[in-house]
């Protein structure tokens, strides 16, 4: 079953514009995840945040976990057109010591030149 | 690097064949999942294992088995493809010794066609 909702399903900017990407998720978690996917790729993780942490950064990536609303956002500051891919979340529930992760369906990012 | 490599990029079968997709890891991961995806519905797991001998089913098994007898290989087997079985198929392992977070690594994915 999934457990995150990435909104909006497909977004559409200019490069050097920013993309901003939320996941909903309905559980308690112990951390949550983004990964990026490239056309008929594998997935790639990008940034890991805890539950406990608010926010995170990692080169131009931006993200931020607020627990009281069940929801994250992935920023991604200056796009280039190389940042055209899929966004997925994923998170790791709490109670689960399995690894298991639950993901959404993903945001379908296009970055023009 | 961890690395996670599947046997097939691209694979074409049957209706009726059995098929098996192999997966194996170089880092020693504890845990290895099997997932497809299929056009707007993300990521759906089928199996996972967290050590050698062991599984779980996801949220899909039906149609599928798996095979865990050493800890870098994890099979999926098809015991008999249908045509609702074409998908994208990813292989991903993962360590709680990471970073705790249970972080997934991901192989390239093979594509299959069922006919």
């Known amino acids: 079953s999934q457990q995150g909702e990435e909104d909006p399903q497909a977004l559409s900017i200019q490069e050097g514009e920013n993309a901003t990407m939320n996941c909903s998720y309905k559980t308690s978690i112990n951390n949550l995840q983004w990964y990026r996917q490239n056309s008929g790729r594998g997935l790639v993780h990008l940034i890991l945040?805890?539950?406990?942490?608010r926010e995170k950064h990692s080169g131009r990536l931006r993200v931020t976990l607020d627990t009281s609303k069940k929801s994250s956002s992935l920023l991604i500051t200056a796009s280039r057109a190389a940042d055209t891919a899929s966004y997925f979340c994923?998170?790791?529930?709490?109670?689960?010591?399995?690894?298991?992760?639950?993901f959404g369906r993903g945001t379908q990012l296009t970055v023009w030149p | 690097d961890v690395k996670v490599t599947q046997s097939s990029r691209y694979l074409v079968k049957r209706t009726g064949e059995k098929v098996f997709l192999e997966c194996v890891q170089d880092m020693d991961h504890e845990n290895m999942f099997w997932y497809r995806q299929d056009p707007g519905l993300g990521l759906r797991l089928i199996y996972f294992s967290y050590d050698v001998k062991m599984k779980e089913k996801g949220d899909i098994p039906e149609g599928y088995s798996v095979s865990r007898e050493k800890k870098e290989r994890f099979s999926l087997i098809l015991e008999s493809a249908s045509t609702n079985q074409t998908s994208m198929y990813l292989c991903?392992?993962?360590?709680?010794?990471?970073?705790?977070?249970?972080?997934?690594?991901f192989g390239p994915g093979t594509r299959l066609t069922v006919l």
């Open positions: 991903a392992s993962s360590s709680p010794q990471l970073t705790g977070g249970h972080e997934q690594f």
């Open positions: 994923a998170t790791g529930r709490r109670g689960s010591t399995l690894g298991r992760l639950y």
């Open positions: 945040i805890r539950s406990n942490e």
